[in-house]
């Protein structure tokens, strides 16, 4: 029998177009950067945070602040430093003019959370995002207060740049649902880019994206829900299982993923399908997502990075020796 929230094929179909569209406004403002667009869309709608890593100029903060126009959500950026304190991003008690504390919220309390170069923080600063990204909550001198529903950290970092920086626990690596990839776009690219900014495009000026608010925070509600609704078959969740539990023993990796990066896994592979507007699961999905879910849950053994193995590369060889469910 159907329960009240049951998503229909052609809510699936809706929702679909809602998904696909929202990857072509974005592919007109981040240029080249197809996989990397399709992957943030996804962890969007899997209600999953993501860990942006390119080298500078690659044009992650552009990217949020782009689907944040888009949707018309409050957008928050955060400065990783050294010297920051977990007060400055979770917000504190002030003492007002009649004795009482009230508390005056931080910057965590917005709806799209950029947190530029996380890796610049120190340990302690970092882990003021765990409760956050976990619960969707921030606890003050013990009062509990709930994030946005549509709360989701995009945080950033350089993949070349070591000194200065603090290294992300696993723990917090843990919470990101998707590391996304950033890299050079092609010659064509770039040139297109310069034809972009002779024609008046400012990427410190979201009146000159060419994107307007289309979206709400009902409609990213909406495409949760309807990605909710797709459906796993037995046999998929098995292959998702399967494929991560495999990470856990193989001999390239001394850390595989946990059992967070599972359900992870079957999420995004939900999202992947409502954007191909299908209703159910199919294994490339899963194939689809594995990389983005896995490559910063897993550890590569110390020879084989000396060998120069990437996570990916690792990956890719413990998914040729999964079986795939027909």
């Given at each position: 029998?159907?329960?009240?929230?049951?998503?229909?094929?052609?809510?699936?179909?809706?929702?679909?177009?809602?998904?696909?569209?929202?990857?072509?406004?974005?592919?007109?403002?981040?240029?080249?950067?197809?996989?990397?667009?399709?992957?943030?869309?996804?962890?969007?709608?899997?209600?999953?945070?993501?860990?942006?890593?390119?080298?500078?100029?690659t044009a992650k903060t552009l990217l949020v602040r782009a689907l944040s126009r888009i949707f018309g959500l409050d957008f928050k950026r955060i400065q990783f430093t050294p010297d920051l304190m977990p007060s400055d991003i979770t917000g504190v008690n002030l003492?007002?003019?009649?004795?009482?504390?009230?508390?005056?919220?931080?910057?965590?309390?917005?709806?799209?959370?950029?947190?530029?170069?996380?890796?610049?923080?120190?340990?302690?600063?970092?882990?003021?995002?765990?409760?956050?990204?976990?619960?969707?909550?921030?606890?003050?001198?013990?009062?509990?207060?709930?994030?946005?529903?549509?709360?989701?950290?995009?945080?950033?970092?350089?993949?070349?740049?070591?000194?200065?920086?603090?290294?992300?626990?696993?723990?917090?690596?843990?919470?990101?649902?998707?590391?996304?990839?950033?890299?050079?776009?092609?010659?064509?690219?770039?040139?297109?880019?310069?034809?972009?900014?002779?024609?008046?495009?400012?990427?410190?000026?979201?009146?000159?994206?060419?994107?307007?608010?289309?979206?709400?925070?009902?409609?990213?509600?909406?495409?949760?829900?309807?990605?909710?609704?797709?459906?796993?078959e037995p046999s998929l969740q098995l292959y998702i299982t399967s494929l991560v539990r495999a990470t856990r023993g193989a001999p390239a990796l001394t850390l595989g993923a946990s059992p967070r990066a599972t359900v992870s896994l079957m999420k995004a592979s939900?999202?992947?399908?409502?954007?191909?507007?299908?209703?159910?699961?199919?294994?490339?999905?899963?194939?689809?997502?594995?990389?983005?879910?896995?490559?910063?849950?897993?550890?590569?053994?110390?020879?084989?990075?000396?060998?120069?193995?990437?996570?990916?590369?690792?990956?890719?060889?413990?998914?040729?020796?999964?079986?795939?469910?027909?």
């Amino acid at each position: 029998m159907a329960g009240p929230d049951t998503i229909n094929d052609n809510q699936i179909a809706r929702q679909g177009e809602v998904a696909r569209g929202l990857v072509a406004q974005l592919g007109g403002v981040v240029l080249g950067q197809e996989d990397a667009l399709r992957d943030v869309v996804v962890a969007l709608t899997a209600r999953g945070h993501v860990l942006l890593e390119g080298v500078p100029g690659t044009a992650k903060t552009l990217l949020v602040r782009a689907l944040s126009r888009i949707f018309g959500l409050d957008f928050k950026r955060i400065q990783f430093t050294p010297d920051l304190m977990p007060s400055d991003i979770t917000g504190v008690n002030l003492l007002t003019g009649q004795g009482q504390f009230s508390f005056r919220p931080g910057p965590l309390f917005g709806d799209l959370v950029l947190a530029d170069e996380i890796n610049r923080a120190p340990a302690k600063t970092q882990a003021a995002l765990l409760e956050a990204m976990q619960e969707r909550s921030v606890t003050v001198d013990g009062a509990s207060h709930p994030l946005s529903a549509s709360f989701t950290v995009f945080a950033t970092q350089n993949p070349i740049e070591f000194e200065g920086t603090y290294p992300l626990p696993e723990a917090e690596l843990d919470r990101f649902q998707l590391k996304v990839l950033l890299s050079y776009p092609d010659a064509g690219t770039e040139q297109a880019i310069l034809g972009r900014v002779l024609d008046g495009f400012e990427s410190d000026d979201p009146s000159s994206f060419g994107v307007s608010t289309s979206l709400g925070a009902a409609d990213l509600a909406a495409l949760r829900r309807a990605a909710k609704s797709v459906r796993v078959e037995p046999s998929l969740q098995l292959y998702i299982t399967s494929l991560v539990r495999a990470t856990r023993g193989a001999p390239a990796l001394t850390l595989g993923a946990s059992p967070r990066a599972t359900v992870s896994l079957m999420k995004a592979s939900q999202a992947v399908a409502l954007m191909d507007s299908r209703s159910y699961v199919i294994p490339d999905d899963v194939k689809a997502m594995a990389a983005p879910v896995l490559r910063h849950r897993i550890a590569i053994a110390p020879e084989l990075e000396l060998e120069g193995v990437s996570a990916d590369q690792a990956l890719r060889t413990i998914i040729d020796k999964v079986e795939v469910p027909r």
